[in-house]
């Protein structure tokens, strides 16, 4: 587990949603979507929703205690593979965020190349870092509670999805 | 000065990840590798064999930021590879939607990844709460500003991010133009709101000034992204179909991206919104020269974080070519310009919000793909980004670790690069021998 997080930002110590956001091998559509989201949703987020860990958005992340989290993108590597093990660890829930970690889709597209479509190219990369053989869901490697699906993300889905564990966590009644 | 290794886990506040590894030697850099972390998908590869209908959809998915500009980079590939001329009004709305994502995505690198900087802030988050603030206004412009660039692709195209309705040869769907009084309205708004962030990027004293050599695309008849001639600083000019001709390909065992050089000169190059600034200000918008003048004399520039300034002049260059277009277009209803399928090999090269972007279509006679082939702007710039790195460190070794580390970031940042298209954590790993 994580050592303590380090308070992010300043605003009143009413309890929060602590989460995180992470993004592994995709074009980080959902990621992109949801700061467009902040273009509505940033005033009330900040006093709901505390973001712990998310590199788009700061330098100072920590893993420790959080709620829920989000997780972008398929997993292409035991690398990969071994970080989203410790964010389950450190993590109440984690939520499935987009096509290429609820399906795989796109990303998991070199798993359907015949041999033939390897060229030198491809080979130099896949034996000169440390690519799995298959890119894999993410549910493949961890366990997830719950899928917001779409390329990018539906938002409906989202949003629900969030206000869910903002009730769960009793961080707002239920309406 | 002591022996020391300095490691940053994450650069963060870019579009994706990437990695730095700098190895200091009696006091010089020895080694500097900047390092395009994010696992490739070989999209250009996934689409051998398939029809070209379905291409340029599918590769809007190698960026979530730059979708537009992968599908439209596509759709002109492959146009142009079966011999389809698109009509003037395809042209005009690709021209307003792709205003819209410059807008968007210029004021979320901008806003959202640097301002906290300028601001001595980790992030947004930390922005004030106080609506006198200027960190404060600043940042509920950047929601304004955001918007309705969003708003302008997903009334042109259908969304922001993979957009429906663009297709080979035209749409599939035109625009209700009921939207556009609307958009013009909030276009003239944001305007002021537009001025206040060039202002304050002019005022940002940062500064990293090193001779390079500037790519981009130019059209003589206006400030243009999708359409014209490559031309350097030496104002060699490179028709698009010979510009992949020019480049010299760099393997960089480092990185899951490669490199580039410009085989004219030999040299590393620049490509983004400072080479256009540098090469095209003369076309600029006359509204745009005339409100941001005391800006645009900043250019020509070698100082790097004037990639930044320059991003913030395209904002209100998009927001005046938008008010045009929307108050010009008169809409009829056409249909997707449609060709007989042939054999044929095409280019779309456009400049990406990032800068040029290339795309190669090679197609069968059966409409099939053959070959494909992308090289991104981040890929163009990784050579840049490494050799600005080294001379900032090398420059500034008697630093603190944090200030070298903060200065690595910014400038990184300021190349606003695209890991999703080329890169996605950077760890920086500074051995001091």
Known sequence: ?175 | MPDRNIVIDTIAKIEGNSALKVVIEDDVVRDLQFIVSDYRRFFATAVRGRRVVAVPSFLSRICGTCSVAHLFASLMAVESAQGITVTEQTKALRRLAYDGLMIRDHALHLYFFVLPDILGVDSILDVSDDPEDLGHTLLHDSFDIKRIGTDITNAVIGAAIHAPWPTVGGFLRSPDPATFPDLVARLEAVRQKVLRGIDTFLGWGASLVRNTDYLGLRNDRRFDFLEGDVVNSNRRRIPQSEFKNYLQYVQIPHSHAEGYRFSDTEEDYLVGALARMNLNRDLLHPRTKDDAASSLSAFPSNNVYHNNLAQAIEILQCVDDAIDILRTLELADEKPVQAQAQAGTGVGLIEAPRGLLYHMAKIDEDGVIDAYDVIVPTAQNQINIENDLKDDFNENLDEDEETLRADAESIVRAYDPCMSCATNFLKIDLIRK
Request: aromatic residues 10%; negative net charge; contains cysteine.
């Open chain 1, 1 to 175: 587990m994580e050592r303590s997080p380090q308070q992010t930002s300043g605003t009143d110590q009413r309890k929060r949603l602590v989460v995180g956001w992470f993004s592994f091998t995709c074009c980080e559509d959902s990621t992109i979507l949801l700061t467009e989201l902040l273009n509505d949703h940033f005033d009330q987020w900040k006093r709901l929703v505390e973001f712990r860990h998310m590199t788009t958005l700061k330098a100072n992340n920590s893993l420790c205690g959080l709620d829920v989290a989000f997780i972008e993108g398929a997993i292409s590597s035991e690398s990969q593979a071994e970080e989203v093990r410790r964010i389950r660890d450190n993590a109440q829930y984690v939520v499935a965020i987009g096509a290429c970690a609820c399906t795989g889709k796109p990303s998991t597209s070199r798993n359907q190349f015949a041999s033939a479509q390897i060229n030198e190219r491809i080979r130099w990369y896949l034996s000169h870092f440390d690519y799995g053989k298959e890119v894999k869901t993410l549910d493949e490697v961890i366990r997830v509670d719950d899928m917001v699906r779409g390329c990018p993300m539906k938002v409906p889905s989202f949003l629900q999805t969030l206000n869910k564990y903002l009730e769960h966590f009793g961080i707002v009644e239920h309406a």
